[in-house]
Every structure is written in C-alpha cells, then in structure tokens.
Nanobody, 113 residues
C-alpha cells in the first residue's frame, strides 16, 4: 500500500522561504502525476501545483513565480520550494497522487510576523 509523508512545514515570517518534502513508499511514485494542495482554516482544499512523470509543471495563479514543484524519482520524493511567502499562504499542505484518494497527512505552514 502506497503511503505519502510530508515534512518541512513550520512558522516563517512574511517574505521568507520553506521547502516541503513528500516521500512516497512503494514503486508507483515514478509512474504517477503528483500534486501539492493546501487548506487554509475554514476553507476548502485547493490545488497548488502538479508535476508530471516527465517533470512538466502547473501552478495555481496565486503561487506562480514564487513556488517551485519538483521531484526526484530516485528518492521517491517530491518537493515544494516556497519563496516570498505571504500570510495568505498559511494552511495545511498536503501531497497527493493526482486523481487518486492517496493523500499524505499534511504539514502545517504558518506565515506570520
């Protein structure tokens, strides 16, 4: 059974940076489109970015130019580099095997001074 485990969240000041990681168990990672989502308090879970098996990426308009999604298939790991963070980026960040019900447990990101 595939499991996803996120890490790297924390408290950061506006304008700061964080890098999230998502490690997948099993052998399906390299065959899967992967995604990052986030859920702000009291709001729905929204798609942040996706990355294809070949490394093609897509981003939500709200994070374009600030966030970078990447993957290392040899390490079964996906990353989200987040720069120029804003208070509105606060939320729980989840990784997912895209278009499946396989999700990580989430990691909290708080952007506050």
């Amino acid at each position: 059974q595939v499991q996803l485990v996120e890490s790297g969240g924390g408290l950061v000041q506006p304008g700061g940076s964080l890098r999230l990681s998502c490690v997948a168990s099993g052998s399906v990672f390299r065959l899967s489109v992967m995604a990052w989502y986030r859920q702000a308090p009291g709001k729905q879970r929204d798609l942040v970015a996706t990355i294809s098996t070949g490394g093609n990426t897509n981003y939500a308009d709200s994070v374009k130019g600030r966030f970078t999604i990447s993957r290392d298939n040899a390490k079964n790991t996906m990353y989200l580099q987040m720069n120029s963070l804003k208070p509105e980026d606060t939320g729980v960040y989840y990784c997912r095997i895209y278009n499946t019900n396989i999700w990580g447990q989430g990691t909290q990101v708080t952007v506050s001074s």
